[in-house]
């Protein structure tokens, strides 16, 4: 109707039961109104509040509405919001009874931006945020799974308590996964640089302590641009292998041994030199090799939709219970969404230094189940 949010405020002061309230598509650009009013706004009852294709450009300017007593739902698609304040405005701070955002189809372009949603909503359970633009750009490594699949994981891990993402229930299997995922690639993007400058990266990640606790720091594998490849050091993989427990008889914890190989070795003399090391038959083991790289798990396919079935919902006002039975569909199909990719090192003439990327590698120790002979 191209109200003004003045004219909003009398509107909603003149019905003091009101839960619910749309003011979509009125061009509102701030929520500026006189103090009165704006002090009126702390005795609404308003519960759901729907704000979708307006003119905002950031959170600051809904930053009246941190007083709403009783709000739990913010509907915020389609507007141009790209920052959480710009220079003129304070952090906005909402209650913790706020617990659903939709941010879809706004225009975020920095993870900086999700990192700080928590400060903004500390009651936070569930987001929408799909569709920004964020979502759609390449990543640098090249990944082999899609630039929407990593935004997913990416906004999942920043944001410690979600519980739903775009309409998908949050498993815990699922979150461990995306922290671990998330992690992985802030090991990357350290090894990428030199380690004075280790902090600018690590800093650029709330939650990297907070996930180095619960997972242990990323594997960081430098590769050094200075060494000659005449001398010795450049031909040489440090290879850390390790047994789990259980492996052999009477095998109580994980037993590690580090050693450099040529990349000239083959196969046959890779597995040598572990069976020197362990005490064990060289042509009775496996050799795995854990890159650190995650994959969708075969077969899966999932991809996010919006149709126009999905904005008739939002329309009408959908509330929790739709969106969590919503949620347990796409839940289901998230079901062993990731998995660490693991490379079997196969007997062979093949040089190892042709099967591995890098100058170090973490290989686990399996033994062959043994074969019985039939007479």
């Not at 759901?48 to 450009?57: P, Q, T």
């Not at 701070?93 to 920095?110: C, P």
């Not at 009651?123 to 997913?152: C, D, Q």
């Not at 839940?331 to 099967?355: C, Y």
Request: proline content about 5%; glycine content about 6%.
């Amino acid at each position: 109707m191209l109200v003004t949010w003045e004219e909003v405020c009398h509107v909603v002061a003149a019905f003091p039961a009101l839960i619910s309230l749309t003011a979509d598509s009125n061009e509102l650009r701030s929520l500026n109104a006189p103090t009165a009013l704006l002090q009126s706004m702390l005795n609404w009852s308003l519960k759901s509040l729907n704000l979708d294709y307006n003119e905002f450009s950031s959170l600051g300017d809904i930053s009246s509405l941190v007083g709403l007593p009783c709000l739990d739902t913010l509907r915020l698609k389609g507007n141009h919001i790209k920052a959480i304040i710009d220079e003129s405005r304070e952090k906005p701070v909402f209650g913790a009874h706020l617990k659903y955002v939709d941010l879809s189809y706004n225009d975020v372009t920095s993870w900086a931006f999700v990192d700080e949603l928590p400060d903004v909503f500390p009651g936070l359970t569930a987001l929408r945020f799909s569709h920004n633009p964020i979502y759609e750009s390449p990543t640098k490594e090249g990944s082999m799974v899609t630039v929407i699949e990593e935004g997913y994981m990416f906004t999942l891990a920043r944001i410690a308590n979600l519980k739903v993402l775009n309409f998908s229930n949050i498993t815990p299997a699922e979150r461990t996964n995306a922290e671990m995922f998330y992690l992985s690639r802030i090991g990357k993007a350290i090894a990428a640089v030199p380690e004075t400058e280790e902090y600018l990266i690590t800093k650029q990640h709330r939650r990297y302590n907070e996930l180095c606790q619960l997972y242990g720091a990323p594997t960081v594998v430098r590769v050094s641009s200075t060494a000659n490849p005449d001398f010795l050091e450049a031909r040489l993989i440090k290879f850390n292998f390790y047994m789990p427990p259980g492996t052999i008889d009477e095998q109580g914890s994980k037993i590690t041994m580090a050693q450099e190989i040529p990349k000239g070795f083959d196969i046959y003399q890779v597995k040598g030199i572990v069976g020197r090391l362990f005490g064990l038959r060289p042509l009775s083991l496996r050799l795995i090799w854990e890159t650190g790289e995650w994959d969708p798990v075969a077969g899966y396919e999932d991809q996010e939709e919006d149709s126009d079935e999905e904005d008739e919902v939002e329309d009408t006002h959908v509330h929790k219970e739709s969106i969590e039975q919503e949620a347990k569909i796409e839940t289901a199909m998230r079901k062993g969404r990731w998995m660490r990719r693991e490379v079997e090192l196969e007997d062979g003439t093949r040089q190892i230094g042709f099967w591995l990327d890098g100058m170090e590698a973490t290989v686990r120790v399996e033994l062959l189940p043994q074969r019985i002979r039939t007479p």
